[in-house]
């Protein structure tokens, strides 16, 4: 909404103004709740517009004063329907304004600076406006913020009140409700935006009837409803308090890492006290991934990437394999088996590091290279065996795996039964020989023994049998098939 149109009840300006309707520019700059605004009015700019969030039930101070010139100010405040909720020109004392506003509903609201007669009036200097949140009243239906607390009171007449926040994806809350009077016996329940409950409590513990919801994790960001309530026919008044937990925060968290998914990319900042960031994703055997994280504009950070299972042990680490300096990067990592996999962005020495700034988190699926393979081939992943056989009717079997460059295999054909004089190829995704063996393996067993992997891609074994002419090209038997890497 650019342009609001408000119709200003100026009552202490002159008729002439009073009938002037006035059209305020609703794109102002924003403002916080708490803290001071300074600026100046005169005929070039009789007024001046700034926009804050409101939510129902919020006490909001307003003090505005000239602070140079003979600036006689005036203060306005609209709801987003243009309707006016408070209108002062001078407080009682001299020119100035200082009032409290109650926010009627939740949004937007608009706060006009102007001078007494706007564009007729004579008077300019600079000025200086003061918002403080006060609080939230305590009637049904407010909404509260984190840390707020509210007074209550639980009878047969009203035995549910109700209040409201807003809350987003990874947030972490806890919710108390302490009686304070009479014989209350507390009970709480959370509700979401659909009307379904999340979470509810009773009793905190078996030595008070106070109820707690402690360490409520967001699961999904909106609005959410307390319900304070009673168990039983108990009464009296409570005192009911919302508090955001030190780890709260969208990924700040193992209880909540952030929800990712393929092709998507999230920005985040880390910090001395908020050094890493969770991250989760569901993934299916084979699939093909690459991580990268990216410094961002501001700060020294240098990135590090974890790569972890479901229950937060890593899989793949990265320090500074991504394009710029002090990027991270897990390039072509094949997930082995189906499930939740984490992602942990954090910074080099994590706890004992010292770098901090912002980034940016990109998780993406590479097109299945297993199309490179020969047909018939089996797929197979490091750390796998197999069983095969040769005979004349079966003179070689195909497997194909994906690495990458610099990656150091093994590979070991060992003869099970028979006369087989086992054979290992090791081919490219070109279908190219890059390496063979006939006895390594000794008793005519074959083995391709810390072989690095010229180039990143889809590679196929061949198993088969010797075929020279110095031996016996037609030996037959079952053998066993590993496929291992190598480090250090």
Same mark, same amino acid.
Not at 109 to 120: D, N, S
Not at 135 to 151: C, I, K, P
Not at 424 to 437: I, M, P, S
């Given at each position: 909404?650019?342009?609001?149109?408000?119709?200003?009840?100026?009552?202490?300006?002159?008729?002439?103004?009073?009938?002037?309707?006035?059209?305020?520019?609703?794109?102002?700059?924003?403002?916080?709740?708490?803290?001071?605004?300074?600026?100046?009015?005169?005929?070039?700019?009789?007024?001046?517009?700034?926009?804050?969030?409101?939510?129902?039930?919020?006490?909001?101070?307003?003090?505005?004063?000239?602070? +140079? &010139? /003979?600036?006689?100010?005036?203060? $306005?405040?609209? *709801? %987003?329907?243009?309707?006016? @909720?408070?209108? =002062?020109? #001078?407080?009682?004392?001299?020119?100035?304004?200082?009032?409290?506003?109650?926010?009627?509903?939740?949004?937007?609201?608009?706060?006009?600076?102007?001078?007494?007669?706007?564009?007729?009036?004579?008077?300019?200097?600079?000025?200086?406006?003061?918002?403080?949140?006060?609080?939230?009243?305590?009637?049904?239906?407010?909404?509260?913020?984190?840390?707020?607390?509210?007074?209550?009171?639980?009878?047969?007449?009203?035995?549910?009140?109700?209040?409201?926040?807003?809350?987003?994806?990874?947030?972490?809350?806890?919710?108390?409700?302490?009686?304070?009077?009479?014989?209350?016996?507390?009970?709480?329940?959370?509700? +979401? &935006? /659909?009307?379904?409950?999340?979470? $509810?409590?009773? *009793? %905190?513990?078996?030595?008070? @009837?106070?109820? =707690?919801? #402690?360490?409520?994790?967001?699961?999904?960001?909106?609005?959410?409803?307390?319900?304070?309530?009673?168990?039983?026919?108990?009464?009296?008044?409570?005192?009911?308090?919302?508090?955001?937990?030190?780890?709260?925060?969208?990924?700040?968290?193992?209880?909540?890492?952030?929800?990712?998914?393929?092709?998507?990319?999230?920005?985040?900042?880390?910090?001395?006290?908020?050094?890493?960031?969770?991250?989760?994703?569901?993934?299916?055997?084979?699939?093909?991934?690459?991580?990268?994280?990216?410094?961002?504009?501001?700060?020294?950070?240098?990135?590090?990437?974890?790569?972890?299972?479901?229950?937060?042990?890593a899989i793949q680490e990265d320090d500074d394999s991504g394009a710029e300096f002090q990027d991270s990067r897990i390039s072509d990592y094949r997930i082995p088996t189906d499930g939740r996999y984490h992602i942990i962005a954090t910074r080099y020495d994590r706890a004992r590091g010292t770098t901090g700034g912002e980034f940016r988190l990109s998780l993406d699926i590479l097109d299945d290279p297993s199309v490179e393979a020969p047909a018939g081939a089996v797929s197979?992943?490091?750390?796998?065996?197999?069983?095969?056989?040769?005979?004349?009717?079966?003179?070689?079997?195909?497997?194909?795996?994906?690495?990458?460059?610099?990656?150091?295999?093994?590979?070991?054909?060992?003869?099970?039964?028979?006369?087989?004089?086992?054979?290992?190829?090791?081919?490219?995704?070109?279908?190219?020989?890059?390496?063979?063996?006939?006895?390594?393996?000794?008793?005519?067993?074959?083995?391709?023994?810390?072989?690095?992997?010229?180039?990143?891609?889809?590679?196929?074994?061949?198993?088969?049998?010797?075929?020279?002419?110095?031996?016996?090209?037609?030996?037959?038997?079952?053998?066993?098939?590993?496929?291992?890497?190598?480090?250090?």
């Open positions: 909404m650019a342009i609001l149109t408000l119709f200003l009840s100026l009552l202490l300006q002159s008729p002439a103004v009073l009938a002037q309707p006035r059209e305020i520019d609703a794109s102002g700059a924003d403002a916080a709740q708490d803290g001071v605004i300074s600026g100046r009015l005169d005929d070039s700019n009789p007024r001046d517009v700034y926009t804050v969030e409101g939510l129902r039930g919020e006490v909001i101070r307003f003090e505005l004063e000239a602070t +140079d &010139g /003979d600036l006689d100010p005036m203060l $306005s405040v609209f *709801d %987003e329907g243009g309707r006016l @909720r408070l209108g =002062r020109d #001078d407080s009682a004392g001299g020119l100035g304004v200082q009032q409290d506003l109650t926010m009627e509903k939740t949004g937007r609201y608009f706060v006009v600076v102007a001078r007494f007669g706007y564009g007729l009036g004579k008077t300019s200097g600079a000025y200086e406006l003061r918002m403080t949140r006060k609080g939230v009243l305590s009637e049904a239906g407010s909404t509260l913020r984190y840390n707020d607390s509210v007074l209550g009171t639980i009878s047969d007449t009203s035995a549910e009140v109700y209040y409201t926040f807003q809350a987003e994806q990874g947030d972490i809350v806890t919710i108390s409700m302490v009686r304070s009077s009479g014989t209350l016996d507390p009970y709480l329940q959370v509700v +979401d &935006g /659909d009307r379904f409950e999340v979470a $509810s409590n009773d *009793d %905190e513990s078996r030595d008070t @009837r106070n109820a =707690r919801i #402690d360490g409520l994790i967001i699961e999904r960001s909106g609005a959410y409803i307390i319900i304070a309530t009673r168990y039983d026919d108990s009464a009296g008044s409570f005192v009911l308090s919302i508090e955001e937990a030190e780890n709260s925060g969208t990924g700040s968290s193992r209880l909540a890492p952030l929800p990712i998914q393929y092709g998507e990319s999230r920005r985040g900042t880390l910090s001395h006290a908020q050094y890493e960031r969770y991250y989760a994703f569901d993934a299916l055997a084979g699939d093909l991934i690459t991580i990268g994280m990216e410094r961002g504009a501001s700060g020294d950070l240098d990135s590090y990437l974890i790569l972890a299972d479901a229950d937060f042990s197979l992943n490091y750390g796998t065996s197999v069983t095969g056989k040769i005979s004349a009717d079966n003179e070689q079997d195909l497997y194909a795996f994906y690495g990458r460059r610099g990656e150091v295999v093994s590979i070991s054909m060992t003869r099970v039964d028979g006369n087989l004089d086992a054979f290992l190829e090791l081919l490219n995704a070109r279908q190219e020989v890059v390496t063979r063996n006939d006895d390594s393996g000794s008793s005519q067993n074959s083995l391709i023994e810390n072989f690095s992997l010229p180039a990143t891609g889809m590679y196929t074994i061949r198993a088969r049998r010797y075929s020279g002419t110095d031996g016996n090209p037609d030996t037959a038997g079952s053998y066993v098939l590993v496929l291992a890497e190598r480090f250090g």
